[in-house]
């Protein structure tokens, strides 16, 4: 948290959870709302985002794959403007299962109706380091895979050559099946290299 902002948001809730303590003291509702002031409402907000993201490792593999593309919950029903922007327009509609919502990450998010069926990550050579899966800096198949399998030693990764994959020419695949529903899939190119890493909850027509 910078310098600064946890002092101004300790005042804050100070005075948030004092003004509620004497409207709850008191023999008659106050007459006006109880409001922060506004330099100090804003320090709270912004203290609270400053807040680091919990390094509580995820016991269930599923739920821990999917947080590892983005914070949207698989399988449940999620505001796709809350995603970030909309990247295809000129082909799809708002509720088209063709549009592709990508946040500020760069993760594509697909809807399966008002549900989020499918995450994914297009990769090129200026992509970053990639947190989904613990992928990170690999690659190459080899380095993907291992990097895959530490990251969820629970399921069973396996490997399609290019001629049995169907995924385009060139194109071999890797993925793995969860055991209440849902898989992963990573496609390499004819040179080895990651092209795409994916993750779907449910299949869409």
């Given at each position: 948290?910078?310098?600064?902002?946890?002092?101004?948001?300790q005042r804050a809730l100070t005075i948030v959870f004092a003004a509620m303590a004497l409207a709850a003291c008191g023999s008659e509702p106050a007459s006006e709302p109880l409001v922060a002031p506004p330099e100090l409402a804003e320090a709270f907000i912004?203290?609270?985002k400053a807040q680091p993201a919990s390094d509580t490792p995820i016991a269930d593999p599923w739920q821990r794959a999917g947080t590892s593309f983005s914070k949207y919950p698989l399988g449940e029903e999620v505001l796709p403007q809350a995603v970030g922007r909309l990247r295809n327009g000129e082909i799809c509609d708002d509720g088209d299962i063709l549009c592709e919502w990508e946040d500020e990450s760069g993760v594509v998010h697909i809807f399966g109706g008002p549900k989020l069926a499918i995450k994914l990550i297009d990769v090129y050579p200026d992509t970053g380091p990639i947190a989904a899966l613990g992928i990170g800096d690999a690659r190459q198949q080899g380095d993907v895979l291992k990097n895959v399998r530490a990251f969820l030693p629970e399921v069973k990764v396996t490997c399609l050559s290019a001629g049995e994959?169907?995924?385009?020419?060139g194109i071999s695949s890797c993925g793995a099946d969860f055991t209440g529903g849902g898989w992963i899939k990573l496609?390499?190119?004819?040179?080895?290299t990651l092209k795409t890493a994916r993750i779907d909850a449910f299949q869409i027509d």
């Open positions: 948290m910078g310098e600064g902002k946890a002092p101004k948001m912004e203290g609270a994959a169907g995924e385009g020419e496609l390499f190119g004819a040179d080895g």
